[in-house]
């Protein structure tokens, strides 16, 4: 396991009681699969947002969006993607995903 300086998210989160699964997600998904020389991060972020975003997984995408704003993507980007995705994966999709993203900027604004 990578030794950190700070507990990353997903330590902070469980790694109580999970800390093999923050063993992967630090070095297979977010030191492995992200640091890939294939996609760039910032298209990445985007395809991990549209996922989200399309599979109604709210509980991830605060982190998602920051991460994507941190990689480039803008709030505008993000905003023509959510209103995109509306029609193919869902309208409550697509609104829960702005009214989520309305948050995150809002917070990074404070």
Known sequence: MTERKTPSAAAKSVGDIAPKLVQLTDDVLFGDIWERPGLS????????????????????????LNRAL????????????????????????GMTAITTARD???SRRE
Request: aromatic share 12%.
């Open 104 to 106: 995150v900027f809002q």
């Open 70 to 93: 941190d990689n480039g993507v803008t709030e505008q980007e993000l905003i023509e993607m959510m209103t995109h995705l509306a029609f193919y994966a869902g309208w409550p999709c």
């Open 41 to 64: 991060k910032r298209d990445r972020s985007m395809i991990t947002v549209a996922t989200l975003v399309s599979l109604y997984r709210s509980n991830e995408l605060p982190f998602h």
